[in-house]
C-alpha cells in the first residue's frame, strides 16, 4: 500500500494536465475541449430527455446554467482531486502548522482547496523546499482556473444576445420559412432585400460565434420568439425558396446569406453529432403565388432542393433539437390559409 500511495502523484499529475488543456482548447482553440464536450453532451442528454419525457420545452431552457455550471464543477473537481493525489502521494509532503503532524487525506484536500483559491489560510505547510515549490504552482494554477472560467462565462453572454437579436429579428418578419418571404415582399420598404442584405452583420457574427465556441448550439430558449432553432430553419428553408423558385435575378446578398445559414447548420451537426433525419417535406409554393411572387413550378423547386438535401436535413435536426416541428418552421404568413401546413409534418 505505501508503495502505491508513492505513485498517486502519476494520476493526479494526469488530471491537472488533462484539465489544463481542456481549458486552453475550450477557451482559447476554436473548438471544445474533450472532457468539457464529454460533460456537455452527458448534461444535454439528460435534459433533452426530460424534456421529451415531460412534453415541456421549457426543461430545455435550463440548458444554458446546466451547462456552464456542469462545466465550471467539472474542472474545479478535477484540478482539486488531481492536486490531492500530488500531495498526498508523499507522507509528510504536509503537515500541520501547530503539530508539526503529518496531514491527513482529508486535511490534504483541504490544504488544496484553499490554495487553488488563492486563499493562503496556512493551516497546513509543506515543510520541504520542493512541496512549497508544488504549493506555489499549485495556487498559480487555481488563479490560471480562475480566469479561464470568467474567460469561458462573459462570451456566452454576449453571444446569447446576437442570438436573441437574429431570432427576434425574424420571429417578427415571420415567422416561418413562407410568411418570412411573403412578408417581405409584400409588407417591407427593401422588399426580398431584408432577408439578405439586413441579416448579413448578425448572421456572421452568430456564425463566427458558434465556429468559435460551437457549444452554443447545446443553449435552448424556451420562448418561440428567443429561439435560434426555430427561426434559423425557417430563414434556411426561406433562402432556398428564393433561390431555387424565384423567377428573375435573386435579391443581392442571398447566397452570402445562404452561406452563413449552412455554416451554422454545419457546426450545429458537428456538435451534436447522431444520424440526420429524412429531408423535410417539399414546401408548397401556392402562399407565395396567391401572394403575387414570380415563381418557376414546382418540379423545378424540388429539382433544386435535392442538391441541397443534406442543408435541409440539418436544418431540419436543428429544429427538431429545439423540440420543434417542421410545421413551424415552415408555416404560412397569416391570412394565407392552412396550404403552407397541409404538406409540412414532422
Given at each position: 500500500?505505501?508503495?502505491?500511495r508513492?505513485?498517486?502523484?502519476?494520476?493526479?499529475?494526469?488530471?491537472?494536465?488533462?484539465?489544463?488543456?481542456d481549458?486552453?482548447?475550450?477557451?482559447?482553440?476554436?473548438?471544445?475541449?474533450?472532457?468539457?464536450?464529454?460533460?456537455?453532451?452527458?448534461?444535454?442528454?439528460?435534459?433533452?430527455?426530460?424534456?421529451?419525457?415531460?412534453?415541456?420545452?421549457?426543461?430545455?431552457?435550463?440548458?444554458?446554467?446546466?451547462?456552464?455550471?456542469?462545466?465550471?464543477?467539472?474542472?474545479?473537481?478535477?484540478m482539486?482531486?488531481?492536486?490531492t493525489?500530488?500531495?498526498?502521494?508523499?507522507?509528510?509532503?504536509l503537515v500541520?502548522?501547530?503539530?508539526?503532524?503529518?496531514?491527513?487525506?482529508?486535511?490534504t484536500?483541504?490544504f488544496?482547496?484553499y490554495?487553488?483559491?488563492?486563499?493562503?489560510?496556512g493551516e497546513?505547510?509543506?515543510?520541504?523546499?520542493?512541496?512549497?515549490?508544488?504549493?506555489d504552482?499549485?495556487?498559480?494554477?487555481?488563479?490560471?482556473?480562475?480566469?479561464?472560467a470568467?474567460?469561458?462565462?462573459?462570451?456566452?453572454?454576449?453571444?446569447?444576445?446576437?442570438?436573441?437579436?437574429?431570432?427576434?429579428?425574424?420571429?417578427?418578419?415571420?415567422?416561418?420559412?413562407?410568411a418570412?418571404?411573403?412578408?417581405?415582399?409584400?409588407?417591407?420598404?427593401?422588399?426580398l432585400?431584408?432577408?439578405?442584405?439586413?441579416?448579413h452583420?448578425?448572421?456572421n457574427?452568430v456564425?463566427?460565434?458558434?465556429?468559435n465556441?460551437?457549444?452554443l448550439?447545446?443553449?435552448?430558449?424556451?420562448?418561440?420568439?428567443?429561439?435560434?432553432?426555430?427561426?434559423?430553419p425557417?430563414?434556411?428553408?426561406?433562402?432556398?425558396?428564393?433561390?431555387?423558385?424565384?423567377?428573375?435575378?435573386?435579391?443581392?446578398?442571398l447566397?452570402?446569406?445562404?452561406?452563413?445559414?449552412?455554416?451554422?447548420?454545419?457546426?450545429?451537426?458537428?456538435?451534436?453529432g447522431?444520424?440526420?433525419?429524412?429531408?423535410?417535406?417539399?414546401?408548397?409554393?401556392?402562399?407565395?403565388?396567391?401572394?403575387?411572387l414570380?415563381?418557376?413550378?414546382?418540379?423545378?423547386?424540388?429539382?433544386?432542393l435535392?442538391?441541397?438535401?443534406?442543408?435541409?436535413?440539418?436544418?431540419?435536426?436543428?429544429?427538431?433539437?429545439?423540440?420543434?416541428?417542421?410545421?413551424?418552421v415552415?408555416?404560412p404568413?397569416?391570412?394565407?390559409?392552412?396550404?403552407?401546413?397541409?404538406?409540412?409534418?414532422?
Amino acid at each position: 500500500m505505501p508503495a502505491m500511495r508513492q505513485l498517486l502523484w502519476v494520476p493526479g499529475f494526469l488530471l491537472v494536465l488533462a484539465v489544463l488543456v481542456d481549458l486552453m482548447v475550450t477557451c482559447i482553440q476554436a473548438g471544445e475541449g474533450r472532457l468539457n464536450r464529454a460533460v456537455h453532451r452527458a448534461l444535454y442528454a439528460a435534459l433533452h430527455l426530460v424534456a421529451r419525457r415531460s412534453g415541456r420545452r421549457a426543461a430545455l431552457a435550463w440548458s444554458t446554467p446546466v451547462l456552464i455550471s456542469g462545466s465550471l464543477v467539472m474542472w474545479t473537481a478535477l484540478m482539486w482531486l488531481g492536486w490531492t493525489l500530488i500531495f498526498w502521494s508523499q507522507p509528510g509532503a504536509l503537515v500541520g502548522a501547530d503539530s508539526g503532524q503529518p496531514a491527513t487525506f482529508l486535511a490534504t484536500f483541504y490544504f488544496v482547496g484553499y490554495t487553488l483559491s488563492t486563499l493562503g489560510l496556512g493551516e497546513i505547510i509543506a515543510p520541504r523546499p520542493l512541496w512549497r515549490i508544488l504549493t506555489d504552482i499549485a495556487a498559480i494554477s487555481g488563479f490560471f482556473l480562475l480566469t479561464f472560467a470568467i474567460t469561458f462565462i462573459v462570451p456566452v453572454a454576449q453571444a446569447r444576445a446576437d442570438r436573441r437579436e437574429l431570432a427576434l429579428a425574424l420571429h417578427r418578419a415571420g415567422p416561418g420559412a413562407q410568411a418570412l418571404i411573403v412578408n417581405a415582399y409584400t409588407d417591407h420598404d427593401r422588399g426580398l432585400h431584408s432577408l439578405t442584405v439586413d441579416l448579413h452583420t448578425v448572421l456572421n457574427r452568430v456564425d463566427a460565434a458558434h465556429l468559435n465556441t460551437p457549444y452554443l448550439h447545446r443553449l435552448r430558449d424556451h420562448q418561440a420568439q428567443d429561439a435560434l432553432d426555430l427561426h434559423l430553419p425557417a430563414l434556411g428553408e426561406a433562402l432556398l425558396i428564393l433561390l431555387g423558385a424565384l423567377k428573375g435575378e435573386c435579391p443581392h446578398g442571398l447566397r452570402r446569406a445562404l452561406a452563413s445559414v449552412e455554416s451554422l447548420s454545419c457546426t450545429f451537426h458537428e456538435t451534436q453529432g447522431g444520424r440526420l433525419p429524412p429531408p423535410p417535406p417539399w414546401p408548397d409554393l401556392e402562399p407565395l403565388r396567391k401572394a403575387g411572387l414570380p415563381l418557376r413550378s414546382d418540379a423545378e423547386l424540388h429539382a433544386f432542393l435535392r442538391e441541397h438535401e443534406d442543408l435541409r436535413r440539418r436544418l431540419r435536426a436543428m429544429s427538431a433539437a429545439g423540440l420543434w416541428t417542421w410545421a413551424e418552421v415552415a408555416r404560412p404568413a397569416p391570412g394565407q390559409g392552412g396550404a403552407g401546413n397541409s404538406k409540412s409534418g414532422d
